[in-house]
Nanobody, 115 residues
Framework: QVQLVESGGGLVQPGGSLRLSCAAS????????MAWYRQAPGKQREWVAT???????NVAESVLGRFTISRENARNTVYLQMNNLKPEDTAVYYC?????????WGQGTQVTVSS
């Protein structure tokens, strides 16, 4: 059984910052990939960023230069540092763990960017 628990969401003003965390527990294989997605109201879920266990990253163009993904392998935790937040970043943010053919999702954490 694998569980993912996100935290760190909240309300922030435009231009502000937030740091999301996602901790994975259970039977975690060492060779895995972790990612962040988000879903805004009335829109489809979209990919935000991915990081491999070795630290290779990819970030969506829409957040490039503002968001940074990182991870702590010893804690099976992935982070998303979000800077210079914009109202269009408002969404529920989900983390995903990929191990082989299996994918696991967290429950999501709400990020609201508003003045």
């Amino acid at each position: 059984q694998v569980q993912l628990v996100e935290s760190g969401g909240g309300l922030v003003q435009p231009g502000g910052s937030l740091r999301l965390s996602c901790a994975a527990s259970g039977s975690i294989f060492s060779n895995n990939v972790m990612a962040w997605y988000r879903q805004a109201p009335g829109k489809q879920r979209e990919w935000v960023a991915t990081i491999t266990r070795s630290g290779n990253t990819n970030v969506a163009e829409s957040v490039l230069g503002r968001f940074t993904i990182s991870r702590e392998n010893a804690r099976n935790t992935v982070y998303l540092q979000m800077n210079n937040l914009k109202p269009e970043d408002t969404a529920v943010y989900y983390c995903k763990l990929i191990m082989g053919w299996n994918e696991y999702w967290g429950q999501g954490t709400q990020v609201t960017v508003s003045s």
